[in-house]
């Protein structure tokens, strides 16, 4: 027994003094060091925190997805679901390769980057930041990409589709990207050097996927059956409202990566971008359902879910720079906003199934326009208008390279898919697939009946019950 208490007694001076040892040998600490390992602890709060708001903004994906395929029929819901997983991988190939270069490479003119092709900054043993920075700026490039999907839904060639997905990815969103934000890296933008205010991409994401969205279907034009021989405008309703309500709620929560992660900071800022975020989405909601409500006699829940959207697109610019007060009247005319241009976009016969070309375009038109009014720094007139100037760049820009885009696409492969794969669903035309095939009448005037839609004007809605797209 004593052989045992000696050893234990042993063992436990051994574990008391080697940590003791252990620090007598290093090095006492100093300011210097303090300070450094203080810098060391922000810059790898400022890592995860962007890394974890980069994944906030990929989960956006799935919002996009499930609000396209809820707006929509449920003859192309596995079309769509395929349009966006290819935006998401076709655009990280094509971003890496391309895309980031041009935006955030060194440029000498202020117009794109000529360095970092392939992620050729990042080295092995070198500075992992452009890692992370990159990651953050794929998902934005992916989100532009998919807006203009929804615009172009359910009679858009698949494999037309994955050429404009790349070439959005590569070319339009980058080059306009580099003139708003290339220095936020090692390029320098002319429009940023002006001035420019949007923080979170109110234009440089949202307006840029909404003018190539409007260029793609006027070139594609409507549905078949969307206006009648006289011009009355027939509404195509979507097979599953709930499944676009979760897509919205998907969103709104991936929004509080995309704007406070746009810091790519772990620091207070945060807060009241978050704040901001929040209250233009509610307002958005709120304004658009009331104004809905005073246009059809009902509170329509389409309406509601894109006006959160809408304020949602709207605060994205001026969210680090206006006040919680400003943001819910950006958010609210956001609101009344999208449901005019809803309105006004079916007139000029516009085929958009899902309102992007209105919810992106315009309110990020609107959203970059607020950054300057409601700038809580103070306004000016110079202010406003580099910001009307980035406003009219953007459209020229993004409608006419996406205007040339699906005209040659439309000359060389073709952009839209037959009238019979069109009336029979491009689920199973494209991608030999059903998204619900248990439910499902298997014919081409299936797709039609039952659908709520029309064919040459008349209403086939009440013609079969078992029909569920």
Request: glycine content about 12%.
């Given at each position: ?60 994906q799935a919002g996009f997805a ?121 390029g320098s933008g002319w429009l ?130 206006v006040s919680p007060l400003s ?143």
């Open positions: 027994m004593k052989k045992i208490s000696r050893r234990i007694l042993l063992l436990t001076g051994v574990l008391i003094m080697f940590p003791l040892l252990a620090w007598a040998a290093d090095e006492a600490p100093t300011i210097a060091s303090n300070a450094d390992a203080i810098k060391a602890v922000q810059t790898h709060a400022d890592y995860v925190w962007t890394l974890v708001a980069a994944a906030l903004v990929f989960f956006m499930m609000v396209e395929a809820g707006f929509t029929r449920a003859k192309n819901a596995v079309n769509i679901i395929m349009k966006n997983l290819m935006d998401f991988s076709m655009g990280s190939i094509f971003y890496w390769a391309i895309g980031f270069g041009l935006m955030f490479g060194v440029s000498q003119t202020g117009w794109f980057g000529t360095s970092g092709f392939f992620l050729s900054d990042f080295s092995p043993g070198g500075d992992p930041w452009v890692l992370a920075f990159w990651m953050f700026q794929v998902v934005f490039a992916a989100t532009a990409a998919t807006i203009v999907s929804g615009a172009m839904a359910e009679r858009t060639k698949f494999v037309s589709y994955l050429i404009y997905s790349a070439v959005l990815s590569a070319l339009i969103y980058p080059i306009f990207g580099s003139w708003a934000w290339g220095g936020l890296f090692h940023e050097g002006l001035g420019f205010i949007d923080f979170a991409g109110s234009t440089v994401v949202h307006s840029i996927g909404g003018w190539v969205a409007l260029a793609g279907a006027i070139v594609l034009g409507p549905r078949i059956g969307k206006y009648s021989k006289d011009g009355k405008v027939k509404a195509i309703p979507g097979h599953n409202l709930p499944l676009a309500a979760l897509g919205v709620f998907i969103l709104w929560l991936g929004w509080f990566g995309f704007n406070p992660g746009s810091t790519t900071a772990a620091n207070k800022d945060i807060a009241l971008i978050f704040v901001n975020t929040n209250l233009a989405a509610a307002a958005g909601a709120i304004l658009a359902m009331i104004t809905s409500w005073f246009k059809f006699k009902k509170p329509d829940v389409g309406m509601s879910l894109n006006g959160a959207l809408a304020g949602l697109v709207a605060i994205t610019a001026p969210c680090a720079t943001s819910i009247i950006i958010g609210s005319i956001a609101g009344v906003l999208v449901v005019l241009a809803v309105l006004f976009i079916d007139r000029i016969k516009v085929d958009d199934p899902v309102g992007a070309i209105s919810v992106h375009g315009v309110c990020g038109a609107w959203g970059t326009l607020a950054a300057g009014i409601f700038n809580i720094g103070g306004t000016s007139a110079k202010i406003i208008g580099v910001q009307l100037l980035g406003i009219g760049t953007a459209f020229v820009w993004a409608f006419g390279t996406g205007f040339v885009l699906f005209k040659l696409i439309d000359m060389v492969v073709g952009l839209r898919v037959t009238a019979e794969e069109e009336l029979e669903g491009l689920d199973y035309g494209e991608h030999g697939a059903r998204a619900y095939p248990d439910f499902q009448i298997v014919s081409a005037t299936s797709t039609v009946i039952g659908s709520g839609s029309t064919l040459g004007g008349e209403d086939w809605s009440s013609a079969t019950a078992p029909a569920t797209n």
